[in-house]
């Protein structure tokens, strides 16, 4: 997963992204749509299990997007669960640094690829090291396709004494299901997280960058895949965008969750009994201000609510804040509730069955 900030870790992995691309050709065909072309991409989204030493297992979700890795891993018979971004340093070796939910290093990868779907190394938490191995799990029914699309506008007579050319870029997630249906709906809900209810394709919105003819403008809008859990799959989206003269830039992020059977957008209410919402925020509440402190925040005590900005993960729900939500432009918590704190509250038949041990 990747920070609420604006300052990533990049990494460029060819070797990879040359593999899947030759394995990927027909998948690509089947989720091209008729308002974008589809242009070669080193993008790529792995999901990797192994262990560390003999006995840690765990499962690592890892996800290339616009030459900046990142992702997340869970320990088997461990609630935690941990960020990760990346650096590829010479040689081809690799970095990866894991981070708790508050935001703390806590252990260090370092190791190779020593092949597409092999990832071994050293694994270290202070003086502490173990060799680890991971090896990607292959899902035949699902492929994530990456495309990049870009627009640019260098003609117009911006006031930037720089000369910069306005842009916009899009590193764009499709999926190629074996339900043919549930990729369309997944990808419809993909692009209309881009145009929104103002454009009418990709390529209307691309255009727009024509628009403004006397201030320079970057937008850059990147997918990254989040978690893909028992049928379950959650997309991030982050979007930035700087406009000459603002006083900074404008940045989020939102998540989405699918089910992979038939493409249907996830929501809490899908998740949660009837009446949940009242102890869902108490408890989110409680686990809110132990991580980040009760001061400085935009509600009051008892009145603290999630949002319906969440992560469905192994070990529980990640609901994520944007700037001002409940704080200002700097402060944009998360909060992290293990399954085994709501239990009570989630529906024993729901789509979550699979994941939680009611």
Known sequence: MKYILNIGITICLLSIACNNQSTQKDKVEAAQTDDMTLKSTNNFYK???GNIGNDIKLTMD????????SGSYYIDDDAAWYLITGQLLASNEITLKAQNEKYEEVAVFNGKLKSPQIFEGTWSMGKTKFPFTLTEVQNNDMQIVFQELR???????KKDTNKRCSYIDINMIK??????????KINSTITK????NQYQSINEYLKSVNDNQEFFSEVNLDFTVESNEEE??????WSYQYDDGAAHPLSSVTYKNFELKNGEEISLDMIFK??????????AEHIFVEMNGKEGWDFEPGKFKINNNFIIQK???????????????????????PYAQIKDLIKEDGILGKIVKL
Not at 151 to 156: E, L, M, V, Y
Not at 232 to 237: D, P, R, S, V
């Open 47 to 49: 999901k990797f299990q």
């Open 62 to 69: 890892l996800t290339l997007s616009d030459s900046a890795f």
């Open 151 to 157: 627009s640019q506008n260098c003609d117009a007579k």
């Open 175 to 184: 999926l190629a299901l074996s339900n043919k249906s549930a990729s369309e």
């Open 193 to 196: 997280l881009i145009i929104g």
């Open 232 to 237: 379950l799959i959650c997309i991030g989206y």
């Open 274 to 283: 009837p009446d949940y919402s009242g102890k869902l925020n108490q408890i």
């Open 315 to 337: 070990r529980g729900l990640l609901f994520q804040f944007n700037a001002y939500e409940i704080g200002t432009y700097l402060t944009r918590p998360s909060v992290f509730i």
